[in-house]
């Protein structure tokens, strides 16, 4: 390929040397003329001498790049189409958990297709509804010993009784008696590790919202911390005694 013309076109020592390198290929690719070679050395192929095998000689130029190289390039085509090994297909699997486990992280066992074991996945703390776990080299085999593929582990999320998640915050409904929402006072609301108090303002309105910053959920990255947001509703009751229900068209008869 050095010295091929197509490559040295106003080079005449370059075509010599294809020349040489060409007859010497067809020498050593020959068990004939090796066996000349052997027993004559150059001059079994010179035209000069005394005729051993001139046929095929060093001076010869028949023949082209493909003949010499032919044997090469059909070796090369057959390497680069040989099927080579594949990863294999991804596994995608979901599973369900808490609204506290999704908040704090978890471990959570599942169960692969065609494979009677249990896998532990570990559940990163902040993980949201619909994003997915890659557990690498869990999923098919590859092909022609390829390796395995993934496990993609998506999350669903089961309703909170209490709390209602979007994003990185939390929503909460809080029944406030209309006494206390109508004079104020402290209202005792729910959180995923207690109780705490928070103040009521006097003529607060059913809808009305508090929040409390950085109670949220904290991000699987970075440092972003969700808030925790209440609503207010006042219920209505639906049974009253005779004493309530007196107090009550007093208090109508008053406005």
Same mark, same amino acid.
């Given at each position: 390929?050095? #010295?091929?013309? @197509?490559?040295?076109?106003?080079?005449?020592?370059?075509?010599?040397?294809?020349?040489?390198?060409?007859?010497? #290929?067809?020498?050593? &690719?020959?068990?004939?003329?090796?066996?000349?070679? @052997?027993?004559?050395? *150059?001059?079994?192929?010179?035209?000069?001498? /005394?005729?051993?095998?001139? *046929?095929?000689?060093?001076?010869?130029?028949?023949?082209?790049? @493909?003949? =010499?190289?032919?044997?090469?390039?059909?070796?090369? /085509?057959? /390497?680069?189409?040989?099927?080579?090994?594949?990863?294999?297909?991804?596994?995608?699997?979901? %599973?369900? %958990?808490?609204?506290?486990?999704?908040? !704090? &992280?978890?471990?959570?066992?599942?169960?692969?297709?065609?494979?009677?074991?249990?896998?532990?996945?570990? =559940?990163?703390?902040?993980?949201?509804?619909? /994003?997915?776990?890659?557990?690498?080299?869990?999923?098919?085999?590859?092909?022609?010993?390829?390796? *395995?593929?993934?496990?993609? +582990? !998506?999350?669903?999320?089961?309703? *909170?009784?209490?709390?209602?998640?979007?994003?990185?915050?939390?929503?909460?409904?809080?029944?406030?008696?209309?006494?206390?929402?109508?004079?104020?006072?402290?209202?005792? +609301?729910?959180?995923?590790?207690? #109780?705490?108090? %928070?103040?009521?303002?006097?003529?607060?309105?059913?809808?009305?919202?508090?929040? %409390?910053?950085?109670?949220?959920?904290?991000?699987?990255? &970075?440092?972003?911390?969700?808030?925790?947001? #209440?609503?207010? +509703? =006042?219920?209505?009751?639906?049974?009253?005694?005779?004493?309530?229900?007196?107090?009550?068209?007093?208090?109508?008869?008053?406005?």
């Amino acid at each position: 390929m050095k #010295y091929h013309p @197509d490559r040295n076109p106003s080079n005449p020592v370059g075509a010599n040397n294809f020349r040489e390198v060409k007859a010497a #290929y067809e020498i050593v &690719g020959d068990e004939e003329k090796r066996q000349q070679y @052997d027993d004559f050395g *150059h001059s079994a192929f010179d035209e000069n001498g /005394q005729g051993h095998a001139r *046929h095929g000689g060093f001076g010869q130029q028949h023949g082209g790049f @493909d003949d =010499i190289f032919g044997g090469m390039f059909n070796q090369r /085509q057959q /390497q680069r189409y040989q099927p080579q090994p594949e990863k294999g297909s991804d596994i995608i699997a979901s %599973i369900e %958990i808490s609204l506290e486990k999704a908040v !704090e &992280g978890c471990v959570q066992q599942i169960k692969l297709p065609n494979n009677p074991q249990l896998l532990d996945v570990s =559940i990163p703390a902040g993980i949201d509804e619909g /994003q997915r776990i890659r557990v690498n080299g869990k999923g098919n085999p590859g092909s022609l010993g390829g390796p *395995h593929g993934d496990l993609l +582990v !998506e999350i669903r999320l089961l309703e *909170h009784e209490t709390f209602t998640r979007k994003g990185l915050d939390l929503y909460c409904m809080i029944d406030t008696p209309f006494t206390t929402a109508a004079l104020g006072g402290n209202l005792k +609301v729910p959180t995923f590790t207690g #109780y705490l108090n %928070i103040k009521i303002p006097e003529g607060t309105q059913a809808g009305r919202k508090f929040r %409390i910053k950085g109670k949220g959920i904290a991000s699987m990255k &970075g440092n972003a911390v969700g808030d925790l947001i #209440y609503e207010v +509703v =006042i219920p209505t009751p639906t049974e009253l005694t005779e004493q309530q229900r007196a107090l009550l068209e007093q208090l109508v008869a008053l406005n």
